[in-house]
C-alpha cells in the first residue's frame, strides 16, 4: 500500500490549505483514513479520521470548526480542508491507513509527511 499527500505548504495565520491522501496498491474500500500531524519534539498526534462505516468522522478539539474532513475522490482517497490556521499548526501532517479484508484489519501505513506552515 502506497499513500500519496499533497497540499502543504506556506500560508499566512487565519489562511487556509487543503490536504488530499491517496491510497493505492492492496487497498480495501473498508477502511479507516486519518491526518496526524508532529511538531518537532513532540508526540505525533490524531487531527482528524474517517472511516468507512457508520462512525462518524472524528476532530480533534484544536480543529473542531475549523477543519473538515472528507472523502475526496473515492473510497480510498480522503482530503482535510483547514481554515483558520494558526501558527501553532506548523507542523508535518501524515496520512495514516488501514484496510479491512473479511473481518480483519490489517496493519496501519504510512505517508511520508507533508509540511504545513503558518507564519505570523
Known amino acids: 500500500v502506497q499513500l500519496a499527500e499533497s497540499g502543504g505548504g506556506l500560508v499566512q495565520t487565519g489562511g487556509s490549505l487543503r490536504l488530499t491522501c491517496a491510497a493505492s496498491g492492496s487497498t480495501s474500500s473498508h477502511n479507516a483514513m486519518s491526518w496526524y500531524r508532529q511538531a518537532p519534539g513532540k508526540q505525533r498526534e490524531l487531527v482528524a479520521a474517517?472511516?468507512?462505516?457508520?462512525?462518524?468522522?472524528h476532530y480533534a478539539d484544536f480543529v473542531k470548526g475549523r477543519f473538515t474532513l472528507a472523502r475526496d475522490n473515492g473510497p480510498n482517497t480522503m482530503a482535510l480542508q483547514m481554515h483558520g490556521l494558526k501558527p501553532e499548526g506548523t507542523t508535518v501532517y501524515y496520512c495514516?491507513?488501514?484496510?479491512?479484508?473479511?473481518?480483519?484489519?490489517?496493519?496501519?501505513?504510512w505517508g511520508q509527511g507533508t509540511q504545513v506552515t503558518v507564519s505570523s
Open positions: 474517517i472511516s468507512s462505516g457508520s462512525r462518524p468522522t
Open positions: 495514516n491507513a488501514t484496510f479491512r479484508d473479511g473481518a480483519c484489519w490489517g496493519p496501519e501505513y
